[in-house]
Each structure stands twice: as structure tokens, then as C-alpha cells.
């Protein structure tokens, strides 16, 4: 055999023998760049970082604006009802207005909310019921009063109020 | 590590001796041993001696198994020089077609027409097969088998024509030539005599057709000598005083070998090493760019693993980013639903202030027997809308939240019906209300035998 026939198959047998040892790797590389490419295309963080972002910046904002009130709903629980007639009555101590009857019904919502009512039968005089709205007013719970009658006497007169407290819902 | 420039060792194998030189970095390593009965042994021992490099030698004959010639014969063609040189020794005791491998080196002769200058040399087959013999025991790579004394021409160079002589233990010789082309080559045994050098430097004109004018000498040149250099009119030339063995230097040398007798068993043996050592070096080479190629598609394998790894935490992490927005979004609705709620349930109007707004509008003829006062809801406002299908009928639907008022009934007594009037209109210029109405005024006697005015009176404010 000729010197330049055995160094061509012996040239032949070098390439193809580096190629069976390089391909695999070349292989593993073109596999590796394409998982990469399709992961990176999903990806969109950038976006996502600046929603985020945003989004604390709102919380942030609701959550001082909520902090910085000074009226609630009262929460659904009978403490709290509980809670809310034994201001009334230290209003009505506070104001001195004289309570006859005090009650506690469920009321109609108001604006979509649920209520419980709380009829107030009490005596006293214009300026003492209008000191006792003006306490009504200053409680930490909102509150509204749906009906006041000043019934007609002399001197002391009999009022009846009825005081509808919205609910906290679960939101 | 700095590479050396490294000749092939200049074998000389003379009768009883054996010689050696090689230029290793422009310097020149050379030795000798006396040749004795086992050739192989005075072979390792001459490589021994001195510090030659590598297992290339090129080996060349010298003394009673060589023989050199030259003459002219009149032909250009090499085969028929071959052919004349052939017919020559037919019949020659020692140096026959059988006993012998036959050199021939053919050079057109200058200035003779047809002619050509042809040196003859011929080896004794014993001889080169028992030198090969021992060069392969010691494992020498044998890259070609000459003459010493042709070998010798490539010792120096020089340019023009040239005429050398280059002296020896046993032998002399005459080399006459053109540039690196040797054209005439005698060998005579030593010590020559001026006479005998007269006679072959005028035989070599001869057949030269050339003049010289000097002579170049390798070796000692005595006063006799000099004398017949200047009858001839040549200047007598010294070559280095490190060429002591101008035959062995000139085989370590690159150049034009004037006649070949490596055997065919050897040149096939110099073939297969040429394969083998260009195998070496592809597989080498191969091998090396493979390492090369696969270290740096490890590393790249590994930086893409790294990335991969990179994007796939940069996943995760947006991954629960986006948990922790979808989190953050219901959170913030809550928050903005409470507060949506708070403002929703709390009533557009102080109650208080409607209280003292009612008692400081009456005016102090009027007094407020009984007031009422009911937050309720109005009626929903609502448009009609048509039902798509084929009756098309319509329904009513509520358009935004449901408006309350506050509808206030005042009952009193009035000094007058201008007092009572005068207090409606202060109602209303107080523009807390939307509609104040005088429903009832009548003239009623008092208890105290008064004459007064009984009313009622209507008001609705609009709040939220």
C-alpha cells in the first residue's frame, strides 16, 4: 500500500474517532443552549419585579390610609354589640340624658351592609340630646341614626332613638 | 525547554576503524573507534564515546570494499553511463555485478559536446549488509547508505569550481566540481605524493575542462605540496580546524546524495518508520486537539449548566414573586374594600348638627312640641332596558347605589302664621335641605286663653 493511502486511513480513522469522542459533547452543548433558550423565553421577571413593586407601594398606601382613620366598622361579634350599647350608655351618663329602655335588634342593611339596631327610649332636656348626638358621632364605630322623635312635654321630654351600626363583613 | 538543531549522525565505516560526526547547534560532535571483529559492539561503543543525539545516522563505506571512479564517456543519457559504468566492472574480482551494488552519478561534462563526466562507485554487498546488520542491532534509524569520500563534498561549500582535497589516515581524495555539483572524485592511498597529486589535479583539468584557482585542503598539506600547488599556479586553501573528518561531517550533512546504496529491506524499513512517526504525530496532533476541544466543551458544558441553573432560580424566583403578587393583589382589594366600606357606611350628614341646625332656626315665638326625624332609604332609581329575543320585553334595573334622605317632621305651636312661615324659610336658607313644606297652620286657642298658630312643617334633606 502506498505511503499516502496509509496516511489518508490512518487520517480517516483519526478524524472519525475524535469525532465519536467530540460529537457527544457537541450533543450535550446544542442540548444544554436549547433548554436554555426555551426557559429564558418564559421568563419575563423584569415585569413581574415591577408589579411587585408596585403592588407594596399600593398596600403600602391603603394600609396608612386605613391607619390614619378614626372610624371602623364594628365586627360581627356580640362583644362588639356588646361593646357598642356600653358606650351609648356612658354617652347617656356623659350627656345625662336618662335611660328608660335600651334595646338590640337585627336592622335592614343599609348601602348593602349588614346592621344591627339598637333602640334607645331615654328623657332629658334638647341640649343633653344634642350633647349625646355629638358622643354619637365621636365613637370609634360608624353608626347612624335612623329615627329620632322628641315626643312633646314640658321640661324633660321623652326621646326615641334608633341607631343603626353597619357590620364589618369578611372581606 | 529550548529545541536543539540536530544533524543525523555521519557514520564512516572504514577498514579498521569507525568514525563519527554530527552538528548539533553549529557545533560539531564527532568520534572513533577502532573497528573490530563485532562491528555492533564498536558501533555502540563509538555512540557512547561522545554525546551524539538521536538514532538517525546515514552511514558511508571507506577503504577496500568502496571503489571510486571517474571518467568521461560519451553520452548524455544515464543509462548509458550506467551502462558503460556496468560494462566497466564486468570482470572485476572484487567489485562485480555480483559481489558489488554499483553507484552512478552522471553530470554533463562542460565543454565537451555529447559528453558526460560519470563517477563511478561500488560497494562491497557483504559489507553493507553486515553494517546494516549492526546498525539494526543497535537500533539505528539508517537514513541512507554512501560513499565516505563522495559524502565528503558536502563537508563545506563553496561556489564556482572548485578543486579539494581532503586528506586521510589511509586515503586521500581528490574532489574537483561546480557549486554543490561534485563532477570528479579520485581515491588514493595514502600518503599521496606531491607527484601523484600533480599528475590527478591535471588529469581532473583534464577532464574538467575547467581551471582552478586554488585548492582547498582538509588535513595536512607539507612544503613539497606547496611547491607543486604554486608550479600549478593554485592557492592553496585550509579549511576549519574543527573539520578533522571532512567524510563524516559531509554524511551528517543535508545535500545531494551522488549515489545511494541503502539496500531495499532498509528503505522499506525507512518507509515504514516515516508512516509510523506521521501515525505518531496525526494521532498526537488528534489527540491533542481532541483534549484541547473537549476540556474547552467541558467548560463550556459546565458554563451552560451554570446558566441554566441561573434561569431556572431566576423561574423560581418569578415563580413565587407571582404568588406572592397574586398574595400582595387580594390584600390590597381587601384593604381597599374596607376602606370602600367604612366610607359606604358612614352617613353623609351629622346628625348633631341637623339637631342644633332645626332648634336655632326657630325663631322664639315658635315652640317645637314634638320632631321626628327618619333616615330612610329613597326609591332606587332605575332605567328600563330591553330584553334581547323575540318579544323584546323590557325590565328595570337600579342605576347606582340607593340615595337616602332624611325626612324631618316638625309639630309646634306659633305666635303667628309669619312666625311659622319666617321659620320655613329659615329651614330652607339654610340649605341643609332639599324641600321644606308648611303642611298645616291653623289659629287654636291656647291653654292660657291665647290665641296661637298650631303647625306642622315638612322637611327632606338628602344625604348619603
Sequence with gaps: MKLSSQIAITATAVIIGAAGLLYPIHQSITELESEIESLGSSSAADDVQEQIVSMHAQIAAAESSLEERTLFLCPDSSAARLQFESSLTAGLVESGLQRVS????????????STFVVELVVEGDASQLHEFLLGLEGLRWVNRVIHLEVHPGLGRRTVEMKIAVPLEADL | MKSQKVSHIG???????LRAAQRIDGRIVSSQVPLGDDMKRSMRKLLSSSPFSGRNIVVGLEGDSVLVESMVVPSRSSNAAEGLAAERLKGDPVFNDETSVLGVSVAPATGRGEQSMVILAAVNRERIAAVMAACREQALTVQGVETAALASWRAWSGTGNQLRLVRGERQDIILAGVDSKLMFCRVVEGPMSAAELRATITRA??????????LSVSGSFGPEMQAMAQGLGLAVETTMADMDDPQALGLAMEGAVLAEFTPPEERELRTRRQVRKTRMVMIAAAAAAAVVVGVLGFQRISVLK?????????????SESRTELAKLDQQLR?????????TRGQPGHAMSRLFSLVLNAAPEDVMLESTVVDDVEDAPVVVQTKKRGRRGS????????VPRSLVV???????????????????FASEAFADVRIETSERTLLDNG????????????ETR
Excluded: C, N, W
Design chain 2, 394 to 401: 323590557e325590565e328595570e334595573k337600579p342605576v347606582g347605589p
Design chain 2, 306 to 318: 451554570a446558566d441554566k441553573l441561573s434561569v431556572e432560580t431566576r423561574l423560581r424566583v418569578e
Design chain 2, 11 to 17: 557514520i564512516v565505516v572504514a577498514d579498521q576503524v
Design chain 2, 450 to 461: 291665647m290665641e296661637g298658630e298650631r303647625f306642622r312643617i315638612y322637611a327632606r334633606a
Design chain 2, 205 to 214: 583539468s583534464s577532464l574538467f575542462s575547467g581551471s582552478f584557482d586554488s
Design chain 1, 102 to 113: 335600651i334595646d338590640r335588634t337585627d336592622g335592614s342593611p343599609i348601602h348593602g351592609i
Design chain 2, 334 to 342: 381587601g384593604s381597599q374594600a374596607l376602606a370602600a366600606e367604612v
Design chain 2, 409 to 427: 317632621r316638625l309639630g309646634g305651636l306659633a305666635g303667628s302664621d309669619v312666625a311659622v312661615s319666617r321659620f320655613a324659610a329659615d329651614l
